[in-house]
T-cell receptor, first 113, second 111 residues
Framework: DQQVKQNSPSLSVQEGRISILNCDYT??????FLWYKKYPAEGPTFLIS?????DKNEDGRFTVFLNKSAKHLSLHIVPSQPGDSAVYFC????????????FGRGTSLIVHP | NAGVTQTPKFRVLKTGQSMTLLCAQD?????MYWYRQDPGMGLRLIHY???????AKGEVPDGYNVSRLKKQNFLLGLESAAPSQTSVYFC??????????FGPGTRLTVL
C-alpha cells in the first residue's frame, strides 16, 4: 500500500509555462515533505522541502504548497525551462522518528523548447 | 570533496554469484542508506545505518546484507544474486540536521 502517491507518471509542458507536479499521502504522521529531482544516470538531488507548520515554501522558481487537510502537496515550477526535464520524486517522513523518508514513484517532467 | 561515491557503476552477475557494492562519503555523515530503484517504482529502502557499527533493516532487506565498519563506508552485499535483484542501487548519506545526499548509482543486472 503506497503511503506516498504520485499519480501522474509523466507531464509535458511548454517552456515558459507553469509545471505543477502533484503528490498525495495517506499517513497522518507525516509532517515533513521533500521534493527530489533526478536526471538520467545520476542520483536524486534535493530540491525543496516543507514542514507541516507551513502551507507554502518558495525557492526561486520552485514553490511547494501543502494542504494538510487534503493530505496533498504540489510542486510548482515557474517558468519551466528545458533543463527542468527530469524525474521528480515526492518524499514524506515523520520527523519525530528515524529519518526514513517514504518516496513516491516519481513523475517524469518534459519541458519542450 | 567528492560527496557520495559508489563502486562499481555497472555490474553483470550470473544467478547465484555474490558481490559487494561499496558506498563511501567524505562529509563525516552519521547516517547512511541503501535504496533500490526499479522501473515505475520509487526509491525503496533496503538497509540503513545511524552510525558506525550499526545497521537496521528497511522496507526490502531480504537477500541483502550490510556492514558499516567505518563511518565513511557502507557496504551492501548480495550473497547469492537472483534476477529479481536486477535494479539500480543508490546510496545516500546525511548529517543530523540535513537532507540526504545521494550517490550516482550502481546499475546491476543479474542473468
Amino acid at each position: 500500500d503506497q503511503q506516498v502517491k504520485q499519480n501522474s507518471p509523466s507531464l509535458s509542458v511548454q517552456e515558459g509555462r507553469i509545471s505543477i507536479l502533484n503528490c498525495d499521502y495517506t499517513n497522518s504522521m507525516f509532517d515533513y515533505f521533500l521534493w527530489y529531482k533526478k536526471y538520467p544516470a545520476e542520483g536524486p538531488t534535493f530540491l525543496i522541502s516543507i514542514s507541516s507548520i507551513k502551507d507554502k515554501n518558495e525557492d526561486g522558481r520552485f514553490t511547494v504548497f501543502l494542504n494538510k487537510s487534503a493530505k496533498h502537496l504540489s510542486l510548482h515550477i515557474v517558468p519551466s525551462q528545458p533543463g527542468d526535464s527530469a524525474v521528480y520524486f515526492c518524499a514524506a517522513l515523520a520527523s519525530g522518528g528515524s529519518y526514513i523518508p517514504t518516496f513516491g514513484r516519481g513523475t517524469s517532467l518534459i519541458v519542450h523548447p | 570533496n567528492a560527496g557520495v561515491t559508489q563502486t562499481p557503476k555497472f555490474r553483470v552477475l550470473k544467478t547465484g554469484q555474490s558481490m559487494t557494492l561499496l558506498c563511501a562519503q567524505d562529509m563525516n555523515h552519521e547516517y547512511m542508506y541503501w535504496y533500490r530503484q526499479d522501473p515505475g517504482m520509487g526509491l525503496r529502502l533496503i538497509h540503513y545505518s545511524v552510525g558506525e557499527g550499526t545497521t537496521a533493516k528497511g522496507e526490502v532487506p531480504d537477500g541483502y546484507n550490510v556492514s558499516r565498519l567505518k563511518k565513511q563506508n557502507f557496504l551492501l552485499g548480495l550473497e547469492s544474486a537472483a534476477p529479481s535483484q536486477t535494479s539500480v542501487y543508490f546510496c545516500a548519506s546525511r548529517s543530523l540536521a540535513d537532507t540526504q545526499y545521494f550517490g550516482p548509482g550502481t546499475r546491476l543486472t543479474v542473468l
